[in-house]
């Protein structure tokens, strides 16, 4: 297969008002890791986010964090309201777990690809048609539920390709951010967007808990089909072109990947930091259905107290975002490491019959450290990636981290039905600890960090 974007485009579509704009320049370091040969960045070209010197004054950046927002808060509803209908559909773990499963292979599968298109596709067109496909998708799920049709069928058949637009969707979202704010502003921004997507965070799961008990988790999941919407239409407003570099030759889908998995293997600090990240992403991948199971079967509260400590996880991501964007962590590999262990005691003690308040309290300090966790990693994998293969690194990152999750996601099923959550949740904190000390031993994770000038 082959293709070669064109620089223009019809003045008559939305997503192509303009030329391409022209990429930074960007050396990439050594096989000594980032702090032996800093990052160069050529001044940004004229026309990208970077010539406004603050994001306030950057347009485009608040359309996309508007409607991200809303979708943001969409998504904290489904992703507590779908596991209660399973849960309540089947009464069965391993249920949950297959859902997961469903949820996270498409990264597997497509998330190499999806990176190759990113960086040959307008990024803004791959972000709105996704939207546009989650929202029909999503809407199946209450509409069965309200005619009464075999809705555990139609949550089966709907979530891996609901899925598979998730990927494609950020694959496109996460390699368009430096050409949205400029690679000056990328840490901040990225703050910005985790603080303002934590929000929703907040109060969906505490609404998703309160209105899964009165009307019922089917309807309470059509808030996200309207969400979905809503950031599609929210796009449709972003003037900046956010396609990647015009190619002057034809090149083929695979020699894309292959350049993007080549370029991951050869950076010592990448790899770490990538490899880090996907050990504590399948650890957790099943972590929120092992809370639901502990809370509603185990322990036998209701859903309002899943929502509560859903909501307190938010809360604490929120916080932790904002301090991110304002320190702007440069030692990422020291910061990771801590946020590692430090959740893994945090799951230790909340199996442990914890009373709700504490379960509270746990999960706002595990959404702080978790957030500092990801602002980190995610400034860190951006700045050590040049502009053509934005969209390559990322979905490999995400192969291996999110790819790799329905193993963790199937393996908490069955524990969940083997041992309880009490137990499921115990192994998890007990893995996460060994993890982060076993990960603390290795020079290029204690190390990693993000170049001075980059930092600033």
Same mark, same amino acid.
């Given at each position: ?9 019809? *003045?008559?579509? *939305? ?7 022209? &990429? ?12 032996? +040969? ?25 359309? @996309? ?11 904290? #509803?489904?992703?507590?309201?779908? &596991?209660?209908? %399973? ?20 990264? !597997?599968?497509?998330?190499? =690809?999806?990176?190759?298109?990113? /960086? ?10 996704? /939207? ?44 368009? %951010? =430096? ?12 703050? @910005? ?8 965070? @907040? @109060? ?21 089909? %309207?969400?979905?919407? #809503? ?10 072109? !956010?396609? *990647? +570099?015009?190619?002057? +030759? ?8 292959? +350049? ?9 600090? !990448? ?37 509560? $400590? ?12 904002? %301090? ?40 706002? $300090? ?13 400034? !860190?994998?951006?700045?050590?990636? &040049? /502009? ?54 290795? =020079? ?13």
């Amino acid at each position: 297969m082959t293709t070669t974007p064109a620089p223009g485009g019809d *003045p008559a579509d *939305p997503f192509a008002r303009d030329a391409a704009p022209a &990429p930074h320049a960007l050396v990439a370091p050594g096989p000594g890791g980032a702090e032996e +040969e800093p990052l160069h960045l050529a001044p940004a070209a004229a026309g990208t986010a970077a010539d406004g010197a603050s994001l306030r004054r950057n347009r485009d950046f608040w359309v @996309v964090l508007v409607g991200q927002g809303i979708s943001s808060f969409g998504d904290a #509803i489904t992703n507590t309201a779908l &596991p209660i209908l %399973v849960l309540a559909l089947t009464g069965s773990g391993l249920a949950m777990g297959i859902v997961g499963v469903l949820s996270t292979l498409p990264d !597997l599968v497509v998330g190499l =690809p999806a990176g190759a298109y990113a /960086d040959r596709w307008d990024r803004r067109r791959m972000m709105f048609l996704a /939207d546009l496909g989650r929202t029909a998708l999503t809407a199946l799920i209450p509409l069965s539920v309200a005619l009464g049709g075999p809705t555990l069928a139609v949550i089966f058949l709907v979530t891996l390709p609901l899925n598979v637009l998730r990927v494609l969707w950020i694959a496109a979202y996460t390699a368009a %951010v =430096p050409g949205l704010v400029g690679r000056s502003l990328i840490a901040r921004a990225n703050a @910005v967007f985790e603080a303002v997507f934590n929000v929703g965070w @907040v @109060v969906g799961p505490a609404l998703a808990g309160f209105l899964s008990g009165t009307i019922g988790p089917g309807p309470t999941i059509a808030i996200d089909a %309207v969400s979905f919407a #809503i950031s599609a239409g929210a796009l449709l407003l972003v003037r900046r072109p !956010l396609r *990647p +570099e015009a190619r002057t +030759e034809p090149t083929h889908l695979v020699a894309d990947i292959r +350049e993007g998995v080549a370029y991951v293997a050869r950076q010592p600090t !990448l790899r770490a930091a990538i490899a880090l990240w996907t050990t504590t992403s399948v650890l957790y991948a099943g972590l929120t259905s092992g809370l639901i199971f502990y809370i509603t079967i185990d322990r036998g509260l209701g859903t309002d107290v899943v929502g509560l $400590v859903l909501s307190a996880y938010a809360v604490g991501s929120l916080g932790g975002s904002l %301090v991110a964007a304002r320190m702007a962590f440069r030692v990422v590999g020291r910061v990771m490491l801590v946020g590692t262990v430090g959740t893994g005691i945090i799951l230790v003690i909340v199996a442990r019959d914890a009373p709700e308040p504490l379960l509270a309290g746990a999960a706002l $300090v595990a959404g702080v450290l978790n957030a500092n966790v990801l602002v980190s990693y995610l400034t !860190l994998r951006t700045q050590l990636s &040049p /502009d053509a293969l934005l969209g390559r690194v990322g979905a490999t990152a995400r192969t291996l981290s999110v790819g790799l999750m329905p193993v963790g996601a199937l393996a908490a099923g069955a524990l969940l039905d083997a041992i309880g959550g009490m137990g499921t949740l115990t192994l998890m904190g007990g893995a996460s600890i060994g993890a982060g000390l076993g990960f603390a031993l290795l =020079p290029d994770v204690r190390r990693a960090r993000i170049p001075r000038r980059a930092a600033s």
